[in-house]
Structure formats: C-alpha cells, structure tokens
C-alpha cells in the first residue's frame, strides 16, 4: 500500500526515464499525423487527465468521490455564466470554475468527510445526484435538460482557439500545470500528511496530524481542479446541461483513476491516456466500448491493484523471484 | 380531499412494496458480503427481460415465467458472486468499484442483444378496482399481490429454515458465524442470489405497468440505494421501514406538491440521515 514503494525498488530510474519518453512521444502524436480527429482525441484526453488528476488528490487521503462530476459542473456552470452573462473573459473563467468548485467543497467537506469508506462514496454518490436534480430544477441558470449550447471558445489575449490543433499546446500547458501541482503536493509535506491519512488514519490523528482538515485540504484540492477541468471542457465542447455532469461521468473518472493506478502519481494521467482513445478505435460500436471498460477494470482490480502504472514494477518483481 | 389522502395512502404502500423487493437484495448484499452492489438495477432489468423473453418469446403464462425468472436469478446471481465479487470478499471498496463495472457490462450487453428501444409487454389483467372513488388498476393490484407473497415467503425463509438464519448470522458476525459452522462459500453465493432474485421478480412484476427496455434498471437503484442507506445498510426491518416510507412520501409529494419535488426531498433527506446517523432508521453503528 505504501506511496513510496515503487520509487524504492531496483531498477526503476530506467523505467522513469522510458515512461518519461513515451509520454514526450505520445503528447506528440498528433503533429505527427497531423489529423484533426487525433487533436481532438488530445485534448480529451488533457481535459480527462486533470479531471483525474483532481479525484487522485483526494484518493490520496484514502476517500473515493463518486460526486466527482458534480464539481467539475459546478466549475462549467459557474465559467459558462460568467462569461456569457458578465463579458468576462474566458482565461478568468477558467480560473473561478475552479475558485467556485473548491469553495463549495471546502464548506461541505468538513461534514462529508467524517464519514469513510463505502460511506463516503454513497454520500457523495447522493450529492452528484442531487446536483443534476437540482440543475434540472432551475433551467434559467442551467438551460434545463436542452442545456446551453454556443459556448464561447476559449480565447488568449484576443486570439480565439477556434480549431482543434489551436487548444491542443493551451490543453497540454494546463495539464502540466495540474501535474506539475500534483507533484508539489507530492513531494512537500502536505504529501507526506496525506500519505499518512490514506495509510492509518487513527495512527495519523495520534501522531498530530490533523486528520479532518488535512482531509478537507485534499478534498478542497481536488475538487477546485474538477471544477477547473468541467470548465474547460464547457468552452472547449461548446455545450453543457446537467445530464453532461451526471453519474456516468463520475463513473468514468473512477475507472480512470482505478486503471491507470489508484495511489500513483502518473495514474491519472496513464488512466486517460490508456482510456480516452479506447472507444474511438471501436466507433459505430459504443455498446462494446462500455463493455470493455467494464471488463478493462474489473481486470485491473483483479490483477493490477497498483492500476497499469505498478505494472512495470509488478512484472519486475515476478522476474526477480523466478 | 380526503379521497387525495386515501388514493395517495394506496399508490404508496405499492411503491413501498416494489422498493422493498429491490431494496432487500441491495441490502442483503452489503450485510452478508460487505458489496455494495451498483449493478443491483441491472439485475431488475435482466428480470424484465426474462419476463418478456417468457411471455411473449416462450408464450409460457406469467407465475411460470416468474418461476423461472427466479430459478434463473438465483443461478445467475451465484455466478456473479463466484466471478466477479468474490474475489473482492474482504476489500469493500474494490467490490463496489467492480460492481460499477458490472452494471457497465450488464446494461451494455442487454443494449447489443435487445437495442435501445423500449417494448412492449402485454397486459396480464386490465380494468380497475373501484372502491367508491378510490381507483386501483388491476395490474397494480396483482403486481403488489404477488410482491407481498413473495415478501412473505423470503421472509419465512429467512426466519424459519436452517439457511435463512444461516444468513442472518452472516450479517451480524461473520467470524462466530464460520466458527459455528457457516459455510461462506455456498452462503455467499446463495445470499446474492437471492438478492439478485428478488430484484428480478420485481423486473418482472413491473415489466407489464412499465415496459421493458436496457435503461429501466437505474431507477429502481436509486430507490433501493435511498430506501437502503435510510433504513441502515445491512438492516433488512430498516429496510421494510424506509421502502413504506419512502413510497408513502414519495407518493403524497407528486400528489400535492410535484414529481422533481419529491426527488429532491428524498436526496436531502438521504443526505441528512448519513450525516447525523450514517447507521440509518434501524442499523446498527459500526465499530
């Protein structure tokens, strides 16, 4: 279970160096091909990558948010409004989704958070819910369920990113941003706490850690860079209504995080790149692409409990000991 | 006004009874396994399904069909847990998020083998009970008739044979439970079987009032999810307690104040009872 214990094994700098590569290369597909059809796939997969991103910082204090979605609508919505009704730019927008999701999750993460385990994912279950009932309620703000369609594209300085080849460099630079966060966090002390919280929460609390809020720390973190990439994809996709945050998504945000590796720092980016493509290669069959993911992560469940990540380093070890 | 109240009082305790035949199974897994079970709803529509395929397919009469509906569910269900679930057995996390995959797969497959559209289901009965101006179709009549006798079988069964209260040992300590002779592995699969059965009689039940399509599972998920985490995970009387009172409420809001209403009264008070009392109406608090 321990954070650390992949970085500690023989023969993983190596590794680290390929994966780092492979990524480099991966990131670069789209140039290469030059398809407008492989930026899109691109840019879904940055948009997804933060998304789990956001959900990994709070698996790291050992909870699992099925209201996931929930948040990365309140990001959408609250940039959506912003710019539509308020001119205000979208480069802000972005920003204050995220502002606005994390401030909401800060103030009703103190209660939720006392709960754990399956506990935890029920209530947060029952509040993604409750967010897509109550944006139904109120189609003056959320358009109801025909949503809001002709959402502004983002725009830098002036220049609107009207193509797919032109959000794609935009979509990467926030992505290592939320990466670069992530491996902040990671290597300070607040990563150090979290790794305490997810490991033994009551060894934690007696050690002085101060469990609830460093829970809420993480679940506020998290929750602001859902709402960060909701926004995105709102202007990005250009349409939004409360079925687009429902269930489903947080779902597969889960799936992401749990393929690609619960607790490991690249899971969520491995995660959506593993992912995100999958069903565009079976196009004209959705039913099967659903199907595998299920299959895809009861598999990973199964057998890869580190997710795809520790499977270099799972293979390593069944090598060392034949 | 006083006929709004009784009718209400009526379409309630229908409700009440269809949600306690979903919640049962729901409840019966997290109690005996430690799962819980979001492919649970799949498990209603698979019901459905049989009983179309039975009805309409096979042309065999209705108590056949479900007969077999249930024989089929219980396999079903055993092989579920034996595949899928059981691996997961001292890990709840993993098993729930292996039950989200489940219900992916389930939906899916039910939308390759019969398409998205909804079909129909011929009537089994038609026409009303008329009580003065109390009005109860038929249908619904036979659906609550037939809901209550099996309620009442289950729990005979439950209470009365050497494996019903195998099971209920299981879901108040499964270590004493296997030192006394349990055995996990025919129990496990035999508690989420007939959770699975249950949920698919009510597929079934329900199959003729509101047709049968890949979709219909997710509401009735939502209901035993509400009417499960209100009475208590694990609790079956908590269960009975929160499926009637949920019917009631939910049917008394859609007929005074609105539909959306009662959804979002009964996700709040959801919310409410795992804050104050996560243990819900009658579970026991965990330790």
Redesign the interface.
Known sequence: MSVTSTSTAGGVRPMKLVGAILLTLAATIPWFTGSTFHFHIAVMVCISAMATSGLAVIAWVGQ?SLAHAAFAGIGAYTSVLLVVRFDLPVLLGLPAGALVAGAVAFVIGS??L??R???F???T???N??FR??M??IPEYSGGSSGIAGIPKISLFGITLSSYQAVYPFALVCLSLVIGLLVLIRRGQLGRRFAAVEENLDLAESSGIPTARTQNIAFTIGSAIAGFAGAFLAHYVGFISPETFGFQLS?SY??ML?TGGRLALWGPLVGALFLTPLPEFLRGAV??Q??I??????AV??FL?QGLVGLPAQLAQKGGRA | MSFLIAQSLINGIILGTLYLLMAIGFTLAFGVMRI?NFAHGEFYMIGAFCALIGVTWLGLPFPVTLALTIAVAILFGALVERV?FR??RND???G???S??????L???A??LFGPDPQAFPAIVTGVFKWGSLIVPKSRALALGIGIVILLIFYLFLMHTRHGRALRALVQDQEIAAVFGVRLEIMYALGLGFGVALAAVAGGLMAPLFGVSPFIGATPL?KA?IVV?LGG?GSIPGAALAAILLGLIESFTSSFVSA?AA??VT??L??VV??VR?AGLLGRAET
């Open positions: 699992l209660p939720l006392r709960l385990g399956v506990y994912v029920l209530i279950f029952a509040l819910e409750l009932l109550i139904l309620d779902v889960v799936i749990v039913e099967y659903h199907i993911y299920g299959v895809v992560l009861i469940l199964r409990p | 819980v899928v691996p997961f709840e996390l993993s729930m998020i292996a989200l995959g489940l219900a992916m797969i939906q899916h497959g939308l390759i939502l999810f985490i995970l959306s959804d979002i996700f709040a959801v919310i795992l804050l996560p």
